[in-house]
Nanobody, 122 residues
Framework: QVQLVESGGGLVQAGDSLRLSCVAS????????MGWFRQAPGKEREALGA????????YYRDSIEGRFTISRDVAKNTMYLQMNNLKPEDTAVYYC???????????????WGQGTQVTVSS
């Protein structure tokens, strides 16, 4: 089991920056990949990007690449999402997720956090 807790959300103005954190606990030694997602009201959840835990290689959704950066601190079992130049359309609940290296599911991720709200005012 892995537990994920996001933090760092809030109300900001357009153009501001925020850094979200996702702290993992439990079987963190088995983490293979972690990702960030968001879901805006009335919209489907969308993947923003992910980071491979062993080598920190990242990949991003095209629409946010250049503004958002994913990083991780293995010693702290924490993944970050640095968001710059925020726009009102970035308003959403942001979630983190983790996939374990011994996962037996066909789902891309095994565990999810509870989400943190980000609201960007114009």
């Amino acid at each position: 089991q892995v537990q994920l807790v996001e933090s760092g959300g809030g109300l900001v103005q357009a153009g501001d920056s925020l850094r979200l954190s996702c702290v993992a606990s439990g079987r963190t030694f088995s983490i293979y990949r972690m990702g960030w997602f968001r879901q805006a009201p009335g919209k489907e959840r969308e993947a923003l990007g992910a980071i491979f835990w062993s080598n920190s290689k990242t990949y991003y959704r095209d629409s946010i690449e250049g503004r958002f950066t994913i990083s991780r601190d293995v010693a702290k079992n924490t993944m970050y999402l640095q968001m710059n130049n925020l726009k009102p359309e970035d308003t959403a609940v942001y979630y983190c997720a983790a996939r374990l290296d011994d996962s037996s599911t066909h789902e891309p991720y095994d565990y999810w956090g509870q989400g943190t709200q980000v609201t960007v005012s114009s």
